[in-house]
């Protein structure tokens, strides 16, 4: 029992976590947490060793072939378990930093680029596939803002998380002026800068009508009540099911299925997704900024 409370404590938020990550993932990442935690690691470390893990297995997907593919996807493996293990050690070290939870972002996209350039390069380096290679990316990329705005909106209201696009945005950008007040910090504001950069990125793919929580906030009760479900929904599509089609695509050679699958039938759950978000904010009570 108390194992089992240590794991949940390693988790950000069970309604809010990817039923892969939930039920495999974080379980085992959750068991390397335990023997690494009595050593001097920190979660940095382990988001710089996944960016490591995550550049080689991008190498393999460049070289190409089944034998290069099954290492890739093996890299691929260790990246996410180093990548789930960052924040499992922050959570129960309790010394996770702004800048750590910055730098794991980082190294997510870092490689996932870097691996797309791979597969670009390692599936023949026409135009032809990486132009399918490019579309693909993009669309990943799009899949993982969308969950994350809507899970980190639904976390704002379930535990009281502030929303990044409240006062925590605020905080970031006042963080990132001071510390050009100040000078040095050359590290740390290269951080924050590329953070902010993505933020506004995801505001350009969830639209400016979230720009409306400015002057309405949802009432607590009834968002919560409406968007247990839909929150549940929008976790299938989550960064776990993208990398463990790539994985699996990889150790048998089918990365066209990968791909194409992205294209078609994630595409199409996320369109999906999208009407039923929109639909499911629009029955949604509000109230006005300072009206109780």
């Not at 460049?62 to 959570?91: H, P």
């Amino acid at each position: 029992m108390k194992l089992f409370e240590e794991y949940k404590r390693s988790l950000k938020h069970i309604e809010a976590e990817e039923p892969l990550d939930l039920f495999f993932y974080r379980i085992v990442s959750f068991i390397f947490v335990k023997i690494i935690l009595p050593l001097p690691i920190t979660p940095n470390q382990l988001s710089m060793a996944a960016l490591v893990m995550g550049i080689i297995s991008a190498v393999f997907y460049g070289i190409g072939g089944s034998e290069a593919l099954i290492a890739a996807g093996v890299f691929y493996s260790l990246y996410y378990l180093f990548d789930l293990s960052d924040g499992q050690v922050a959570r129960l070290k309790k010394n996770g930093t702004r800048v750590g939870r910055i730098i794991d972002g980082i190294a997510d996209y870092v490689t996932h680029v870097s691996i797309f350039i791979g597969l670009g390069i390692g599936l023949g380096n026409t135009a032809e596939t990486w132009i399918l290679v490019i579309i693909t990316l993009i669309c990943l990329m799009a899949h993982v803002v969308l969950f994350d705005f809507y899970r980190s909106r639904y976390l704002e209201y379930t535990i009281g998380e502030v929303s990044l696009y409240g006062d925590d945005l605020v905080q970031f950008q006042e963080e990132y002026e001071q510390m050009k007040t100040e000078g040095g910090h050359y590290f740390d504001r290269f951080v924050f800068a590329v953070y902010l950069k993505y933020l506004s990125m995801q505001r350009l793919v969830i639209s400016q009508k979230s720009n409306e929580q400015n002057t309405r906030r949802f009432a607590g009760e009834d968002f919560l009540r409406r968007n247990k479900p839909v929150i549940r929904l929008w976790s299938v599509m989550g960064s776990s099911l993208h990398i463990s089609l790539l994985i699996v695509m990889s150790f048998i050679n089918r990365i066209d299925l990968y791909l194409y699958g992205i294209l078609y039938i994630i595409n199409a759950y996320a369109l999906i997704m999208i009407i039923i978000q929109k639909t499911t904010d629009k029955r949604t009570k509000f109230i006005m900024e300072g009206v109780n």
